[in-house]
């Protein structure tokens, strides 16, 4: 089973909306397809965000999304592992990419196209950056295919 490192980004959009490619991650965790892995921090962050710049009911529905799947958590990154990741990323984003290695995630996803899901981030880390699109995608094709292969139309 994946284990999926979701960014804070990817969080605060599913507190936004069910139908996003966030939300059906969520979904496939509640299902047991993949799972989940994440930092308290990364958690912290997405609390913010959605506190300051989404208001209750996106709370509300972050802290349901938070007691509707299976999470583990990590321990929490140090300075040393965080800096082990600065060539690749800003300051402020490095404990994301040292959360990932930590948890031993497969997949590290993110929405922030900025910061994280840049060219070099993605050539650097070892783990596979992607956004929920190409994640998706990547099931999608991986279901067809498996189907394909059992001989169905």
């Not at 709370?59 to 040393?80: A, D, I, K, N």
């Not at 596979?128 to 139309?153: H, M, W, Y």
Request: glycine share 6%; proline share 3%; with cysteine.
């Amino acid at each position: 089973m994946k284990r999926v490192f979701l960014d804070a980004s990817c969080w605060v959009a599913a507190a936004g909306s069910a139908t996003v490619g966030s939300s059906l991650i969520l979904k496939l965790a509640r299902a047991s397809h993949v799972r989940l892995v994440a930092t308290r921090r990364v958690l912290q962050e997405a609390e913010y965000n959605i506190r300051t710049k989404m208001g209750e009911e996106s709370l509300l529905r972050y802290y349901q999304l938070l007691g509707s799947v299976e999470l583990e958590l990590v321990s929490p990154v140090t300075s040393e592992e965080e800096a082990k990741w600065l060539s690749l990323v800003t300051p402020k984003d490095a404990h994301v990419l040292a959360g990932a290695a930590k948890a031993k995630a497969d997949v590290l996803i993110s929405l922030d196209r900025r910061h994280i899901l840049t060219e070099r981030a993605r050539e650097g880390f070892p783990i596979p950056v992607q956004d929920t699109g190409e994640f998706l995608r990547g099931i999608a094709e991986k279901v067809e295919s498996q189907r394909r292969d059992c001989g169905e139309p």
